[in-house]
């Protein structure tokens, strides 16, 4: 009787990394095209054996932080929201341009390149980071497509 006690509390341990998902966000900035709206890029890397999903982005730099993504209508990428951002087991998400991405809408004050602010992150799984953004000029940056242009 005891034995099956303790076999049951090894299972409770072992069952924990599963839960608590190693996530971790690289390659993290901000872009802001006009005084009105911006857009967060990063990249969501998922070092856990269970999946999760990115359910909701928040802010305080904006009336409403939502999650994006964008897709092809009539030959034109539009932009529009959607319920969550799946972030695979082993694997990464990309929050790039013409992409996924976490959209700010109603800019309480336009964001200048270089101005820096936090933006939290919720997980399907409980899971939250908050992760410093960094607002990067207009063109040029440090995206995925500079190291190609030096
Ligand atoms: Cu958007």
Same mark, same amino acid.
Do not use: C
């Given at each position: 009787?005891?034995?099956?006690?303790?076999?049951?509390?090894?299972?409770?341990?072992?069952?924990?990394?599963?839960?608590?998902?190693?996530?971790?966000?690289?390659?993290?900035?901000?872009?802001?095209?006009?005084?009105?709206?911006?857009?967060?890029?990063?990249?969501?890397?998922?070092?856990?054996?269970?999946?999760?999903?990115?359910?909701?982005?928040?802010?305080?730099? %904006? !009336?409403?932080?939502?999650?994006?993504? =964008? $897709?092809?209508?009539? #030959?034109?990428?539009?932009?529009? +929201?959607?319920? @969550?951002?799946?972030?695979?087991?082993?694997?990464? %998400? !990309?929050?790039?341009?013409?992409?996924? =991405? $976490?959209?700010?809408? #109603?800019?309480?004050?336009?964001? +200048?390149?270089? @101005?820096?602010?936090?933006?939290?992150?919720?997980?399907?799984?409980?899971?939250?980071?908050?992760?410093?953004?960094?607002?990067? #000029?207009?063109?040029?940056?440090?995206?995925?497509?500079?190291?190609?242009?030096?």
């Amino acid at each position: 009787m005891f034995r099956i006690f303790a076999m049951a509390a090894l299972a409770l341990i072992a069952a924990q990394p599963a839960i608590a998902a190693d996530l971790t966000v690289t390659d993290a900035y901000a872009r802001s095209g006009n005084p009105n709206t911006g857009a967060a890029f990063m990249t969501v890397v998922n070092a856990g054996d269970t999946p999760d999903r990115l359910v909701e982005a928040r802010s305080d730099v %904006a !009336r409403k932080t939502e999650l994006h993504t =964008h $897709v092809i209508s009539d #030959g034109i990428a539009r932009m529009r +929201p959607v319920d @969550a951002i799946e972030i695979p087991a082993g694997g990464e %998400a !990309r929050l790039e341009r013409g992409g996924d =991405h $976490v959209m700010f809408i #109603g800019l309480h004050e336009p964001l +200048p390149p270089g @101005a820096t602010f936090p933006v939290e992150l919720v997980f399907e799984s409980g899971r939250s980071l908050t992760v410093e953004l960094t607002v990067e #000029g207009p063109g040029g940056g440090m995206g995925h497509g500079g190291a190609a242009t030096e």
